[in-house]
């Protein structure tokens, strides 16, 4: 078997990854990144919205300070986030999104005059300063007070992702694309890298490393409809999950979107519904109003995503080859609004759909886009459990989201984790050497080795590996979707029970010399069905709605009983969790409160005196510096 | 300076390449020019003899003639050598050309084939033809009537007229897209623009080569 | 509406020596908004689990899934089947090294290719002051440069051009495309010397034919080529700076663009 050190692995190449390898070679040493893809194909390059970060540049972003940014983002969490994290992450961001501008990325700058902008598919004008002329601009995002998320025309994601793959070429980074990391090396204690398959030929290799960071995104595909690119399979939350020593932080967590087009899931925005496009079911008949009488479909995300979901489950959904689905119809908006206004949504409808929404209806689906949850870390971005081990970006819970992520939080937190936990890593590698145990490199390739084995040689097996995926794909879809139910919920722990029984039993269909892609997924399904099962089965004991997690049972949030994290933890050979509880924040800068939107009951919690203030240290941190800037 | 930069200052490429790209493009405008010309001299007999007479004698009496003929040989010589260099030389490479326009459809590619195929037959018509031009002076239009009207001239400008305005309208169109003068927006145009030229100019020639044909001696 | 297709696939695998290239074909129902993305897995899932192809977003903004549809290169995921004949004709990028079946290694080579150009903006990045206000720059600018940051390696114009295929180290259209953003961006301290050392040769800029497949390819429309246009001209005018006169040089200098601002 080859084994390659390095002082760091990171396994994943998306903006987290890369950002924590940029840090790290900087400081001299020898990082290698591990992708399943080229680094620039990684989801991040997805991402069109932007980045936030209080700049304040930008005349709508007006007086913006980290500490709105901050209030923005507790609040959108839920009360569900980490506020140190939270608060690290608000004080960063602007710094990180200029470092990035000075290393290449083409910002959208502001342009002194008058200009017309839209909110709520309304126009009005504004005036953009001129002293900040050819500053970093600034546009709207969903639950924010100011504007405030950079961007670059429509690829944000894509244009910081080739900037951090330049640096990672001008320091040297070793990129090894094309492996897919199976599981971790570990000696109980310390992480030592990982085994890894190279999925051009399929041959195990060993990749050991004195730190090892986990950046592999989010893990949509557990459910049919998602977002996320066909490589958000989690193997990297797989791989920690199964050391049986590091949790995963609120798995329930997750965020849906309420059209996404089928079959290919592709997002079309909201502003389809906010300039005054309708659902209709299979009748075409426009269900919203009797439903919501007042609001129809302009009513809150969730609520039409429910009723959507609701809808479809009496039958009314449109029947096709790719599940049911709804209609949206923005015909009567016009030739000419939907090809200027709504042109993203004309372009991905002509381009993958073959609908002309100009004469034809789109096919809708509420669809999985955001897993909040993740490798539990510190804020440091050190896992729980193993010493060594990191993680960032959407695969860890370093928790700045809680129970729900705003828009243009996460990919500014690829970056701004990347930056803080990069010199984490830094610090950590200069005062650690760790001892490559080889019974540790045996044990878990063997362990993967034999996985392989069995899957090609028994004949005693037949379990499919496709068809088990579609019968998570059914359930996750069916009982742990936007809304939730303690009935659904236990439908889905039963039956993921009896599958992850089933996934020890795969077989491959087809034998292939080298690569063979059906190894992928049959490698992958029994670690994804751990994942789908710790996020049924948090979702099943969690008995209240926050955020993201809505139980039509328990609709208020409780404080009292709830203000805390999920840590999942899974014992070899069980079919559940086991799961553990932990304090949501260390501290609450700001005490729970209402979020000023989504609306709900909540009931509230004793929460001690000493808690609801900043610790000592950093308050006086704090206060020097408020005491220097107003000098 | 620090160590991303520091790669700059080991220098690889020498000015040569840039130069030769220059001299081969020169060499094509010039040739370009140098054939509109010629065919407009020649045609010249369509309006009359005498006055396609005339010119020659003025080119041959002011000695541009028996200086420029040979100038123009080696320009072409030079113009063969620069682009000699993109030719498809070992069988592979015209072999992985020929495949990749097959799989392409795709017309500007074949062009390029179109082009490096009449240059080889240029290459040796147009040396025929300057070699018997140039060592029977001078020219007049009763001798190129004779040419062609023996029989065995004719089929060998019929050949060479298309081949040579195909090979200099399809050059004129790329050295355009090369230099960025030919842009996406003008493209279309340009392409068109090309057709019409190789067009006109292909009738141009044959009617001079009927009026030649027809011409009484 | 419903129709039969008829998918012939181009099948080998490197690693078994019993493999052989050959064209295998199956068959697949039509659906509605059927893409190739979907045939495929639906081939893979139901015909023939070892066929290998790669696909990534799916949405076509990651590159991954180029292929040559029909003789044409294009992106599998962003091709509706409703737009072929029901007989589709599918094979791996040429020029890439072919893993198996449809999937090239395209990943190495863009990784060379940027390595060669160096790819990445020269300046001295220690320098960045956490502190400071980010250095200004015309929105304008901005977006010229974001427009060629838009390419997503998907290497169909590698794959659709003639000297890249006659020529194994020609760094193709998207390599000259890149360097031009770095010749856009101010941020870049290169000088018109120093992008000819990288590109200023027959793998580079001269290499080009002007054939223009790539542009009629790419999936993107990156406008490759005008800014091929750009750099062949810029460093042809540079290689003979000091022969022709400066006057003659300046009003050569390509027009229309916003070079000359900075
Ligand atoms: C359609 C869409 C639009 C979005 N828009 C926005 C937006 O506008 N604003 C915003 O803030 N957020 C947005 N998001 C969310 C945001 O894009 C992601 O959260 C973020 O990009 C995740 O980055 P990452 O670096 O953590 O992971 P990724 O970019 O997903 O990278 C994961 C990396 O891990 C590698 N990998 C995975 N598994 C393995 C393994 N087993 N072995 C080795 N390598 C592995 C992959 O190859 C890849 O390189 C959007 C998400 C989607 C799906
Ligand atoms: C002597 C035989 C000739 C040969 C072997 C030859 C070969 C070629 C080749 C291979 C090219 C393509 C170069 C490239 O792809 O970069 C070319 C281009 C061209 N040729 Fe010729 N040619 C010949 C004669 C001529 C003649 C007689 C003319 C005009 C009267 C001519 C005009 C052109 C022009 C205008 C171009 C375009 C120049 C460029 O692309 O830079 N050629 N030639
Ligand atoms: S330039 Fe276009 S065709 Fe070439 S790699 Fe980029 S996106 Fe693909
Ligand atoms: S224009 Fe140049 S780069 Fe593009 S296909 Fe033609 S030769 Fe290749
Ligand atoms: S799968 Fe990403 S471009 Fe086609």
């Known amino acids: 078997m080859q084994i390659i050190y390095s002082d760091l692995l990171c396994i994943g190449a998306g903006l987290a990854g890369e950002r924590v390898a940029v840090e790290a070679a900087k400081a001299g040493f020898n990082v290698t990144c591990l992708s399943i893809v080229p680094p620039r194909r990684s989801h991040s390059s997805a991402a069109q919205g932007g980045m936030q970060a209080a700049l304040g540049n930008a005349i709508m972003g007006d007086g913006d300070t980290p500490d709105v940014h901050f209030a923005d983002t507790v609040k959108g969490s839920d009360w569900g986030c980490d506020q140190e994290v939270a608060r690290i992450f608000a004080d960063t961001a602007p710094i990180v999104m200029r470092e990035v501008a000075h290393w290449g990325v083409p910002w959208n700058r502001v342009e002194a005059g008058v200009h017309t902008y839209y909110k709520g598919g309304k126009p009005f004008e504004a005036e953009e300063k001129l002293e900040k002329h050819g500053l970093i601009h600034a546009r709207a995002f969903g639950g924010t007070a100011k504007w405030r998320t950079c961007y670059t025309a429509d690829g944000t994601g894509r244009s910081v992702l080739n900037t951090l793959d330049s640096m990672c070429l001008r320091y040297e980074v070793g990129i090894h694309d094309r492996t897919q990391a199976e599981t971790l090396i570990h000696d109980g204690e310390n992480c030592l890298g990982a085994i890894v398959r190279c999925l051009k030929t399929g041959e195990l290799k060993a990749y050991l490393a004195t730190a090892t960071l986990i950046a592999t995104g989010g893990y949509g595909r557990i459910y049919k409809a998602t977002t996320n690119a066909v490589i958000c399979d989690g193997g990297g939350q797989i791989a920690a999950l199964d050391t049986g020593l590091v949790p995963m932080g609120n798995m329930e967590a997750i965020q849906f979107h309420p059209t996404g087009t089928v079959p290919t899931d592709i997002l079309v925005t909201e502003g389809c519904r906010g300039d005054g496009g309708t659902l209709l079911d299979v009748n075409e008949y426009r269900f919203m109003p009797d439903y919501e009488p007042e609001k129809a479909e ?26 049911d689905h709804l209609w949206l119809d923005i015909r009567h908006l016009g030739e000419k609004h939907i090809t200027t206004k709504l042109r993203e949504v004309y372009d991905i409808c002509t381009n993958f759909l073959g609908v002309n929404p100009i004469h034809d209806l789109i096919p809708v689906r509420p669809t999985q886009h955001y897993s909040m949850g993740g490798i539990r870390t510190n804020r440091d971005g050190a896992a729980y459990g193993l010493k060594g081990l990191f993680s960032a970006g959407e695969s860890a819970c370093w928790d700045m989201h809680g129970f729900n992520r705003l828009g243009g939080n996460s990919l500014a937190e690829t970056v701004v984790a990347g930056r803080y936990v990069g010199k984490k890593i830094v610090e950590f590698l200069k005062g650690h050497t760790v001892d490559f145990k080889q019974s540790a490199i045996n044990d878990a390739h063997a362990k993967v080795a034999a996985r392989i084995m069995e899957m090609t040689k028994s004949s005693s097996k037949q379990e499919s590996a496709i068809q088990l995926r579609d019968e998570m794909h059914s359930t996750m879809m069916d009982n742990v979707g936007i809304f939730r139910n303690g009935k659904d919920l236990q439908k889905a722990v039963d039956t993921l029970d009896e599958l992850i029984d089933r996934s020890k039993n795969i077989k491959l269909q087809g034998t292939a010399i080298g690569f063979n892609p059906e190894i992928s997924l049959a490698l992958r399904i029994p670690g994804m ?17 926050r955020g993201a997690h809505t139980r039509e049972d328990f609709p208020e949030r409780n404080d009292k009983d709830w203000l805390n994290r999920t840590l999942a933890y899974w014992k070899e050979g069980s079919t559940r969790p086991e799961l553990k509880y932990e304090d949501a924040s260390p501290y609450f800068e700001i005490p729970p409160g209402e979020r000023g939107y989504g609306g709900g009951k909540i009931i509230a919690a004793d929460i001690p005196e000493e808690k609801l203030r900043l610790p000592k ?15 | 300076m620090d160590a991303s930069t520091l790669t700059l200052h080991v220098r690889k490429n020498g000015a040569g390449v840039g130069r030769l790209d220059v ?38 009496t002011t000695y541009m003639a028996q200086v420029g003929g040979p100038l123009i040989g080696l320009l072409i010589f030079a113009h063969f050598l620069l682009a000699a260099r993109k030719m498809p030389w070992r069988a592979q490479e015209t072999n992985a050309f020929v495949k990749h326009s097959v799989m392409m459809h795709h017309k500007d590619t074949w062009l390029w084939l179109a082009q ?25 239009a009763a001798k190129s009537a004779a040419r062609i009207q023996s029989g065995t001239w004719l089929p060998f400008y019929l050949i060479l007229l298309p081949l040579a305005e195909i090979h200099v309208g399809i050059g004129f169109y790329r050295i355009g897209v090369k230099y ?15 057709n019409y030229m190789m067009g006109g100019f292909i009738t141009i020639g044959l009617l001079t080569l009927i009026r030649f044909l027809f011409l009484t001696v | 509406m419903s129709r039969r297709l008829h998918i012939e696939v181009f099948r080998y695998n490197p690693l078994d020596p019993n493999s052989e290239p050959h064209m295998q074909s199956f068959y697949v129902n039509e659906y509605d908004s059927m893409t190739l993305f979907i045939a495929l897995n639906i081939i893979r899932d139901e015909q023939d689990p070892t066929l290998q192809f790669d696909f990534c977003c799916r949405a076509g903004i990651c590159g991954s899934c180029g ?116 010749y856009l961006d101010p941020r870049d301290e290169r000088n018109e010397e120093n992008y000819y050392q990288v590109i200023g040769n027959d793998q580079g800029v001269f290499g080009c034919m002007g054939l223009l497949g790539c542009e009629d390819v790419c999936p993107k429309h990156i406008p490759l080529q005008d800014q091929l246009g750009i750099m062949r001209r810029m460093l042809a005018i540079h290689s003979v700076k000091g022969i022709l006169p400066k006057r003659v040089l300046e009003k050569l200098q390509h027009k229309g663009c916003c070079h000359e601002s900075h």
């Open chain 1, 529 to 545: 069905l751990k994942l789908a099962q710790c996020t049924a089965y948090g979702a099943l004991m969690r008995t209240e709605s």
């Open chain 1, 617 to 631: 240290n950093s308050a006086e941190k704090k206060k020097a510096k408020q005491t220097k800037k107003a000098s």
């Open chain 3, 67 to 182: 292929m040559v549809i029909n003789g044409r290169p294009g992106l599998a995921c962003h091709t509706q089947t409703r737009d072929l004949p029901d007989h589709i004709v599918l094979h791996p990028l040429p020029v890439f090294k072919l893993i198996g079946d449809l999937s090239v290694d395209t990943g190495t080579w863009f990784r060379d290719a940027g390595a060669r150009i160096e790819a990445w903006v020269h300046n001295d990045h220690e320098q960045f002051d956490p502190k400071a206000e980010e250095v200004r720059m015309e929105n304008d600018l901005a977006n010229e440069i974001f427009e060629l940051d838009r390419c997503i390696e998907c290497g169909c114009c590698v794959s659709a051009c003639g000297t890249a295929r006659m020529r194994e180290d020609f760094l193709g259209a998207t390599s000259i495309a890149r360097v031009a953003r770095f």
């Open chain 2, 116 to 140: 490096v195929g009449t240059a080889l037959l240029i290459l040796v018509m147009a040396a025929t033809h300057m070699w018997v031009v140039l060592t029977d002076l001078p020219i007049t």
């Open chain 1, 298 to 323: 302009l009513a809150s995300r969730d609520v039409v995503s429910r009723r959507m979901q609701e809808h479809i489950r009496k039958g009314l959904g449109v029947k096709s080859p790719y599940g």
């Open chain 2, 23 to 60: 001299m081969q493009m020169l060499s094509g405008v010039l040739l370009i020019v140098f054939l509109w010309a010629h065919l407009m001299l020649v045609s010249s007999v369509l309006i009359s003899p005498k006055l396609m007479n005339a010119i020659a004698w003025f080119f041959e």
């Open chain 2, 180 to 194: 960025g003068y030919i842009t996406k927006a003008n493209r279309k145009w340009y392409q068109r623009l090309e």
